[in-house]
């Protein structure tokens, strides 16, 4: 006894067929996993700040710098990496110009070399990205203290343009000296950033490009 006809049969090989090809085209297609950066010849980068200015949350003190510039080279360039693996090293850092309502002319020595990644898909021409190993020590008459953490951000290669967002950046060190405690700073204290930098490619580099892979 045949439980199909031949045309029953036939209708469906049809159907699983369709349902097979629909499901391939309900998959999410595969996201990608790297990223790859390039800034010309020179492979070099120049980040500009922009009304660059550090607030520690809980003592409610901010901190603004006139000139808060990071500057440096992209590593491996044109070479395909995991997002969060460093993109770049920003070893010179040059800030002047930082005030402090309370305690006045403020000098920001950034410390260490800064790193910066991307770590994850764009939309558009935005990335999520990162500087990271960021740490500076803050000196004013009175106080001095470290500071250290990430800073996340976006980079628009368009415009070029980092602005940054969520900061894991921490007081590290006990403030030093009698202003401290008027200024209500203590180790542990979460540090916020404002403004932008703008890659403004220095002689015999291009701006700063970002790939998947």
């Known amino acids: 006894m ?29 996201a990608a996993t790297t990223y790859t950066p390039d800034a010309g010849a020179g492979d ?9 200015s550090f607030r520690a949350v809980q003592a409610n003190q901010t901190l603004t710098c006139s000139t808060f510039n990071l500057a440096g080279d992209v590593v491996s360039p044109s070479t395909s990496r995991a997002y969060g693996a ?8 040059t800030s002047s110009g ?11 020595t950034p410390t260490g070399v800064w790193g910066v990644t991307v770590t994850g898909d764009a939309t558009g021409t935005t990335w999520p ?16 203290f470290n500071v250290g953490g990430d800073l996340a951000g976006t980079f628009n290669t368009a415009t070029q343009l980092f602005t940054p967002g969520a900061s894991t950046i921490k007081i590290t060190s006990t403030p030093s000296g009698f202003l401290c405690p008027i200024l209500g700073v203590a180790a542990g204290q979460d540090i916020t950033v404002s ?3 703008t890659n403004t490619p220095p002689a ?8 998947n892979p």
């Open 195 to 197: 403004g932008s930098w």
């Open 129 to 144: 990205a990162k500087l990271t190993s960021v740490g500076a020590t803050v000196s004013a008459a009175g106080c001095t």
């Open 98 to 108: 930082c005030t402090n309502p309370i305690a006045g002319n403020t000098t920001v």
């Open 44 to 52: 070099k980068v120049n980040f500009v700040g922009s009304s660059v």
């Open 2 to 30: 045949k439980l199909f006809s031949k045309r029953t049969s036939s209708g469906l090989l049809a159907a699983a067929a369709a349902v097979v090809t629909t499901m391939a085209l309900a998959a999410p297609a595969h």
């Open 86 to 93: 460093n993109g770049g090293t920003l070893g010179s850092l």
């Open 204 to 211: 015999g580099s291009g701006p700063l490009t970002i790939t």
